[in-house]
């Protein structure tokens, strides 16, 4: 990989990690905040409970009924799940609410947790001690007369409290938590939100640039090719014009051999001049078959039997067929393919010709039409001679590869191009039990 694209990936990363991060700590700032409003208001509610049980001036069984009804009232809110006062020795207690979720053990206190059920508070404190005494008043109040005599006198019928004035007692608050939990779920909600969507930005982000840089690529990979293919089509014209004027003067040489062999006074003239006039045959063939490379290919589709084919090119192929004593099984009749005519002609009679050149004598060249699942045809053709050798395998399609002396070379290359100018593949596939199937794939029909 390259060290400028190594170093944006690696700097797209810790941006991530960064995102991630920055939102870790702000979803952390959400949650204290929602929590330290819990907080105050636990602390808001506890001072006014403690101010409230502290500004009684009379204590006993009026002092516990109203600090009852207190603690009842608090409850009632949404917010306070319980409420309790606790004697300094944990024998007596005041209580409202869910106190079983609560710890009202005097040893607990003074405390501050967190719960699952809620925000635990606990705050000890001193019951004042009582005010007023004898004085020279005569009403019911702190004077010195018949009302204080009634007071001392209720006082001492009452039954010992343990909120006695100047006790210690503990005040345990627990506060509902919900709100502060749902806060800290919308603020993950929504930090992870902002990482998802940082994620899938940066993900975007990337997929462009590589689409981008895949795009440039490819851009510059079609003008190379463009280039390429314009040169080779200078090149295949060149050759071809040059073929073409080698082409005249060769049949022209031919005419005076093969005039000179007719006419020759001696045998061994002649045997050279006819020896002259094979050798401008082959060369001839060969000059046709690198112009039949060189053409450009346009192919004209129309529908037809292959069959038909086969059995032209069988006719075409009888003198060799008889010389090898080579048998031709030809495909059944009834398909229909879509393709030009003269194309699929040529690359049939060459594949044929090389299963006829390959076989033994007596053997049997088979030519088969396949329908595959997605309706095309695969065409077929096999025979059962020594087959390929798997190192000459990736270059049986290259141009002027061929395994036979007097081979030129170009027969499967033309076949390659007729099948790319038409879509189709063509391959090898060794046979199974010995020899070579030849095929021609994809072709619509």
Request: hydrophobic letters at 45%; charged letters at 25%.
């Amino acid at each position: 990989m390259p060290r400028q694209r190594l170093m944006t990936w690696a700097a797209l990363l810790a941006a991530l990690i960064a995102l991630g991060g920055w939102q870790w700590h702000e979803y952390g700032h959400e949650c204290a905040l929602a929590r330290e409003s819990v907080v105050r208001f636990a602390e808001s509610v506890m001072n006014a409970l403690i101010g409230g049980v502290r500004s009684h001036r009379r204590l006993g069984l009026f002092f516990v009924d109203q600090v009852q009804g207190v603690l009842d009232e608090l409850v009632r809110s949404q917010d306070v799940l319980a409420a309790a006062l606790v004697s300094e020795d944990g024998t007596s207690s005041l209580s409202a609410g869910r106190v079983e979720q609560i710890d009202l053990t005097p040893a607990a206190a003074p405390a501050e947790a967190w719960q699952d059920a809620g925000y635990r508070l606990a705050r000890a404190f001193r019951l004042p001690l009582e005010v007023g005494g004898p004085g020279a008043g005569h009403g019911g109040g702190m004077g010195g007369g018949r009302g204080w005599e009634r007071r001392r006198q209720m006082l001492a019928e009452e039954p010992p409290s343990a909120f006695a004035p100047g006790s210690a007692v503990v005040a345990v608050l627990l506060v509902d938590r919900t709100r502060a939990d749902e806060a800290c779920r919308r603020a993950a909600l929504s930090r992870i939100s902002v990482v998802a969507a940082g994620w899938l930005l940066v993900a975007c982000v990337a997929f462009a640039w590589r689409a981008t840089v895949r795009l440039a690529e490819a851009r510059g990979r079609a003008r190379m090719l463009e280039a390429e293919a314009r040169h080779l089509r200078d090149l295949s014209q060149a050759a071809a014009g040059l073929a073409h004027e080698t082409r005249n003067p060769l049949g022209l040489i031919r005419g005076w051999a093969q005039r000179l062999a007719d006419s020759a006074a001696s045998g061994e003239e002649a045997s050279q001049a006819r020896a002259l006039v094979e050798e401008c045959d082959r060369v001839t063939a060969r000059i046709n078959q690198f112009l039949a490379f060189a053409r450009p290919s346009d192919p004209r589709p129309e529908r037809f039997d292959p069959a038909t084919l086969v059995a032209e090119l069988a006719a075409l192929l009888e003198p060799d067929l008889t010389a090898r004593r080579v048998t031709l099984r030809e495909m059944s009749p009834g398909n229909t393919v879509l393709a030009d005519r003269e194309m699929l002609r040529q690359a049939l009679f060459n594949l044929l010709q090389n299963a006829v050149q390959a076989s033994g004598e007596g053997g049997v060249v088979e030519t088969l039409l396949r329908r595959g699942r997605d309706g095309r045809f695969r065409l077929e053709v096999a025979d059962r001679g020594p087959g390929v050798a798997a190192d000459h395998v990736p270059r049986l399609f290259t141009p002027y590869f061929t395994t036979r002396p007097d081979g030129a070379g170009l027969g499967l290359a033309i076949v390659r191009r007729i099948a790319a100018a038409h879509g189709w593949e063509a391959g090898y596939t060794p046979r199974p039990g010995g020899g070579a199937i030849f095929w021609l794939d994809g072709i619509h029909g």
